[in-house]
Nanobody
C-alpha cells in the first residue's frame, strides 16, 4: 500500500488543522492506520492509531482530548483532526499502515507515507 499525507501548514498556537492520508495500491481496511510525528532533533513518536475497522482508537497522552483520528475505508482515506495546537505539536507528521491492530511503535508499522509539516506554532 502507498500512503500520501497532506494538510500540514502554518498555524498559530490554539489553532486547528486536519491532516489527511490517502491510501492506494491495496484495500485500506486491510491495515491498521497510525500517525506519528518527528520534531527536529527528536525521534519519531507515536501520535494516534485507528484499527482496521475504525472502531478502536488509541492516542498518545500528549494529544489525548485534543486530536482525533478517523478513517473512511470506502474512500481509502484517513484523517487526524488536531485542535488546540500547542508549540510542542510542531513536527513533520507521517501516516503509516500496519498489518495488525493495536500497534503503537514505529517498528510495528510496515508502510510509511512522506511527511507533512506542521509549523508556526508559537
Amino acid at each position: 500500500v502507498q500512503l500520501q499525507a497532506s494538510g500540514g501548514g502554518l498555524v498559530q498556537a490554539g489553532g486547528s488543522l486536519r491532516l489527511s492520508c490517502i491510501a492506494s495500491g491495496d484495500t485500506f481496511s486491510n491495515y491498521n492506520m497510525g500517525w506519528f510525528r518527528q520534531a527536529p532533533g527528536k525521534e519519531r513518536e507515536f501520535v494516534a492509531t485507528a484499527s482496521r475497522s475504525g472502531i478502536y482508537e488509541l492516542y498518545a497522552d500528549s494529544v489525548k482530548d485534543r486530536f482525533t483520528i478517523s478513517r473512511d475505508n470506502a474512500k481509502n482515506i484517513g484523517y487526524l483532526q488536531m485542535n488546540s495546537l500547542e508549540p510542542e505539536d510542531a513536527a513533520v507528521y507521517h501516516c503509516a499502515a500496519a498489518f495488525s491492530d493495536y500497534e503503537t511503535t514505529v517498528k510495528d508499522f510496515d508502510y510509511w507515507g512522506q511527511g507533512t509539516l506542521v509549523t508556526g506554532l508559537q
